[in-house]
């Protein structure tokens, strides 16, 4: 158990729906970040918060967005669904977000979109 | 786009065989990292890499760091079945932030 917890576990949609991907640090961490891995693209960056600021952006489409709230947990909202947004999204914490620090991952939320 | 391909893709052995999987780039890291991820489960970190030509050993995992630090590789000495899963290797770009670039990724199948 790493910590990191992520809800829900599963998620089946429809296309042109809108999701909300949650995601709880572990205690004391203040960084958060998201990725995306799917069986084409593996394991992609998507975007980093740090203390509730937006730190760094990786191949986050414009359809989805991230915040990172006061109590340090985020959420990962993903609109106009696409069947290809089909996915494992995972979020992992880490205390200050510098490099080399360890990165924590959850287990991940599996979006299906029929 | 930076790009890390890891050799071979699949990889099913016997358990006490040993084996090496390969992470490569033309793009230098600042560091690399090495992960371990199971079926349902998020990757876990194994090992982080920073000096070129830098070597790390973890019980029966040797992790190398190439000079150029641009690739790396992985050796498992006398594979065990609790070795089974997805290996990945992460290239950390250098800068303020932690953008993990993930390899392609190598899955590895230990049996009895």
């Known amino acids: 158990d790493s910590g990191v917890t992520q809800t829900p576990k599963h998620l089946i949609t429809a296309t042109g729906q809108r999701v909300t991907l949650r995601c709880s640090p572990r205690s004391g961490d203040l960084s958060v970040y998201w990725y995306q891995q799917s069986l084409d693209q593996g394991l992609q960056f998507l975007i980093q918060?740090?203390?509730?600021?937006?730190?760094a952006k990786g191949n986050i489409l414009e359809r989805f967005s991230a915040q990172q709230f006061p109590d340090l947990h985020s959420e990962l909202n993903l609109s106009s669904l696409e069947l290809g947004d089909s996915a494992l999204y995972f979020c992992?914490?880490?205390?200050?977000?510098?490099?080399?620090?360890?990165?924590?991952f959850g287990p991940g939320t599996r979006l299906l979109v029929l | 786009t930076q790009l890390l391909e890891q050799s071979p893709q699949f990889l099913s052995i016997q358990e006490g065989e040993n084996l090496t999987v390969y992470c490569n780039s033309s793009s230098v890291f600042s560091s690399l990292q090495w992960y371990r991820q199971e079926p349902g489960e998020g990757p876990v970190l194994l090992v982080t890499?920073?000096?070129?030509?830098e070597v790390k050993k973890l019980k029966r995992l040797t992790f190398q760091f190439g000079d150029a630090r641009k690739d790396s590789s992985l050796h498992i000495t006398a594979a065990q079945p609790g070795d089974t899963g997805l290996y990945l290797c992460a290239g950390d770009s250098a800068g303020t932030a932690s953008k993990l670039t993930f390899g392609t990724g190598t899955r590895l199948q230990v049996t009895l």
């Open positions: 918060y740090y203390n509730g600021e937006e730190r």
């Open positions: 890499v920073v000096t070129g030509g």
């Open positions: 992992a914490s880490s205390v200050s977000g510098s490099p080399l620090e360890t990165q924590y």
